[in-house]
């Protein structure tokens, strides 16, 4: 899951306020957010490891967070960012889509041609001076002598 700020989020007014330190620990608090799947829940524990008590409270003030039972709730998460449940939807559509894809991948290969049929050698005229005898190539398996591709190759269809 990923945390998503929008592209102006540099120039949102409260990021300005609460200054670089408190705006780089409201982003890494995404980015938990985003790995834990909290729906923007950050527990006190975690805030105050990552930042001080006054990054916190900027954040609080400018009103990025609010004050939870045992934590913090990122205001801004919501408009932004899908819900747990809707990540895990997501993910079981993908899942089933790609099963999907890959039982009809699996039948359409399925085919009645042989992966072992014989390359038979397209008939060719004979030309001025040309002996439909080639020496190169076994009469009997159809491939060259020297290189052992089979009759049908390009470099076999030369004349001698």
């Known amino acids: 899951m990923?945390?998503?700020?929008?592209?102006?989020?540099?120039?949102?007014?409260?990021?300005?306020?609460?200054?670089?330190?408190?705006?780089?620990?409201?982003s890494r608090c995404g980015s938990y957010i985003a790995d834990t799947q909290t729906d923007g829940f950050i527990p006190t524990a975690v805030a105050q490891q990552y930042g001080t008590p006054e990054w916190i409270g900027?954040?609080?003030?400018?009103?990025?967070?609010?004050?939870?039972?045992?934590?913090?709730?990122?205001?801004?998460?919501?408009?932004?960012n899908a819900t747990k449940a809707q990540v895990e939807d997501r993910k079981k559509k993908a899942a089933a889509r790609q099963r999907r894809y890959t039982a009809n991948t699996r039948q359409s290969r399925n085919s009645d041609a042989s992966p072992h049929a014989s390359v038979t050698m397209p008939p060719s005229p004979k030309g001025k001076g040309q002996d439909r005898h080639r020496p190169d190539l076994d009469p009997v398996s159809g491939h060259c002598r020297i290189c052992d591709f089979p009759a049908a190759n390009g470099r076999h269809l030369r004349a001698v």
């Open 2 to 26: 990923a945390y998503w700020l929008d592209e102006g989020w540099h120039r949102w007014p409260e990021i300005h306020r609460v200054g670089t330190a408190a705006a780089g620990l409201y």
């Open 58 to 80: 900027r954040l609080v003030d400018a009103g990025l967070w609010v004050v939870e039972e045992y934590g913090f709730r990122d205001t801004r998460y919501f408009p932004l």
